[in-house]
């Protein structure tokens, strides 16, 4: 009741003032300000909830893994995908490779040395999660904004929002496949984990079944909210339930069957997508309040040590990434429709910010596994996320070179430039 609650609050009209200015508006797209609510409210604070009362509300809170994944899935639509800039897609590649080469490598290292000596810590599972979480960036870019750049600046904020969606869905691919692949069964359950192959097989079909099934289901319900809703959380719930069982991530399968629902012909998705949205900050901050109260402060000095090398690589290589990725990709003759990104931005800074994603990520994991590793591993996750936007709402731009003052072409596309690019 306090989480949801909480999560309502936030939400309602009398609040949205305060998301208006640039400040607030990184606070709350990053979940920190519920973040720290859940903080105080749970073991670390004044112990209001104690994570093993909401440990038993699994079923639940898979269901809102769910429903994060089934709106992450309905987003991939082939037409859209298809017609995304080439360099958004060379943009996101190379985020891919940085973060397996540089954060891969790191979290092998590190993680193999903070646990050598600690019996029953899934190393793994751990490498898994933070790869997963490195790829990609938070999308929220109205608090970097300057007041100059003009069309050049917002062509550059459109191919951060593009390619932090695209990233999104490649980290929870890699954090499902990961899981299972590594032998942990992402279960509440007692069952054990199908092998590395039958279960991405199983859940592709259980995709498949309830995204047809679901399709089906809302053209029946028609233009009704409440019917809409109906189908809409019996869909997510049984997808969910049956992902648990199978010892796959719910919000992997989810994200699959949202998937295979954003493309099968017969119903018009966008007045069910609007009708989902609007409980997407909701659920944010829902499950930013969780993530507070699951979290482990005390991780001592070698897990700040792995927090601050995780900031000092996200810092360091995801700006240079997405400003090589982007300065370096030319218009070709072919693409009618040309622009420019600027040299020097503070946008090129956001891309070291973690995407929210990765919260969401590691809650899952230690809803599915609560053990003192990977409560230990959301610690990371939140604390990671929480420097990194610190640091690039205080990192200020140098001015330009005069070889660089010139803007680079970059092709952009109708579908993701001008209105409705968010």
């Not at 593009?162 to 990233?167: I, K, P, W, Y």
């Not at 600027?342 to 910010?353: F, H, I, N, Q």
Request: net charge positive; charged share 15%; glycine share 12%.
């Amino acid at each position: 009741m306090i989480l949801t609650a909480s999560g309502l609050l936030a939400t309602a009209p009398f609040a949205v003032r305060w998301r208006r200015g640039k400040t607030m508006a990184a606070l709350i797209s990053g979940g920190w300000l519920a973040m720290t609510a859940g903080l105080l409210i749970g073991p670390a604070g004044l112990n209001l909830v104690e994570p093993t009362t909401l440990l038993q509300t699994f079923p639940l809170l898979a269901t809102g893994l769910g429903w994060i994944g089934l709106m992450v899935g309905l987003q991939l639509r082939r037409d859209v995908v298809l017609a995304l800039p080439t360099s958004v897609r060379h943009l996101v590649a190379m985020d891919i490779v940085v973060s397996v080469v540089l954060f891969g490598g790191a979290a092998t290292a590190m993680l193999y040395w903070w646990w050598r000596d600690r019996a029953g810590a899934s190393v793994h599972e751990g490498i898994v999660l933070v790869l997963a979480a490195s790829v990609g960036w938070a999308m929220e870019t109205r608090s970097l904004h300057s007041d100059g750049g003009g069309p050049a600046q917002e062509r550059l904020s459109i191919a951060i929002r593009a390619g932090g969606s695209l990233a999104a869905v490649i980290a929870i691919t890699i954090f499902g496949l990961g899981a299972v692949a590594t032998g942990g069964s992402l279960s509440a359950g007692d069952l054990a984990a199908p092998g590395w192959l039958i279960a991405p097989g199983l859940c592709a079909v259980l995709a498949i079944f309830m995204g047809v099934a679901g399709r089906f289901m809302l053209g029946l319900a028609g233009k009704h909210t409440a019917e809409q809703l109906a189908v809409f959380l019996g869909v997510v719930a049984f997808v969910a339930g049956i992902a648990t069982e199978l010892g796959v991530s719910a919000l992997f399968a989810a994200l699959m069957t949202g998937a295979v629902m954003a493309n099968l012909k017969g119903v018009d998705l966008r007045r069910f997508e609007r009708f989902i949205l609007a409980a997407e900050h909701a659920l944010a901050v829902i499950f930013a309040m969780v993530a507070g109260v699951l979290l482990d402060p005390m991780i001592g000095w070698t897990g700040f040590g792995v927090v601050l090398v995780l900031v000092g690589l996200r810092q360091t290589a995801k700006p240079g990434a997405v400003r090589f990725a982007l300065r370096t990709q030319r218009a070709t003759t072919d693409q009618p429709a040309r622009g420019e990104v600027p040299a020097r931005s503070r946008l090129y800074g956001g891309a070291a910010r973690q995407s929210p994603i990765a919260m969401i990520m590691a809650v899952g994991l230690v809803l599915s596994h609560p053990t003192e590793s990977s409560r230990e591993l959301l610690t990371v996750v939140v604390l990671t996320g929480l420097l990194c936007q610190l640091v690039t709402m205080v990192r200020r731009v140098p001015a330009p070179s005069v070889a660089e003052s010139a803007p680079v072409a970059l092709e952009t596309s109708p579908t993701v430039d001008g209105e409705g690019a968010q």
